[in-house]
């Protein structure tokens, strides 16, 4: 979270020096030695790739700018700002959409023992195709459901307001300088 509002302004606008700056940080600190901190390289490391990814490509660039606040959409709203820890009041805005958006890009994540099926090839999608998850974030976002169309047959899935028994309040330490 702490890092999504860092690389998004309050207008919504990427901040390229951020980002190269974040990425100098996490390079030079990407493991860390202590009890309990064993599994924190492999998230630094997806974190790393994700913003090296985020710097050089145009393309990714363009979709994040592409993501827009719900519109008339309660529970869209709801789960930006669990994502980012908003208070009940707070409006959206095309910022906190964005910044909700590199947010979940950013999480680890993982399948374990009793976690759905669907998890892996969402797993695939979020860590090897972020240009599509982009654009299904933008979807979910603007319409509330996702839609895939297979041998001329459209699905089409509503956004699931539930977000499991994920790590959303799992510190992440980023030093200042």
């Not at 030695?33 to 363009?62: V, W």
């Not at 969402?122 to 090897?128: C, N, P, V």
């Not at 459901?145 to 509503?158: D, N």
Request: net charge positive.
């Amino acid at each position: 979270r702490r890092l999504a509002s860092l690389l998004i302004d309050e207008k919504g606008a990427l901040k390229p020096d951020i980002i190269k700056k974040a990425i100098s940080l996490l390079k030079n600190h990407l493991y860390f030695i202590g009890p309990s901190r064993q599994d924190e390289g492999i998230r630094n490391k997806h974190i790393l790739q994700a913003l090296e990814l985020l710097d050089s490509n145009k393309e990714l660039k363009f979709l994040l700018q592409k993501i827009f606040k719900p519109y008339q959409h309660k529970q869209a709203e709801e789960i930006i700002r669990q994502t980012l820890n908003l208070g009940e009041k707070t409006v959206i805005t095309d910022a906190h959409a964005r910044r909700a958006a590199l947010a979940a890009w950013f999480c680890y994540l993982r399948q374990a023992v009793g976690s759905c099926f669907a998890t892996a090839p969402a797993i695939i999608l979020h860590d090897e195709q972020p240009h599509q998850f982009m654009k299904d974030i933008s979807e979910l976002f603007g319409t509330g459901r996702l839609k895939r169309t297979f041998e001329g047959v459209e699905y089409s899935v509503p956004l699931c307001t539930s977000s499991g028994r994920g790590g959303l309040n799992e510190l992440f330490l980023f030093p200042d300088d």
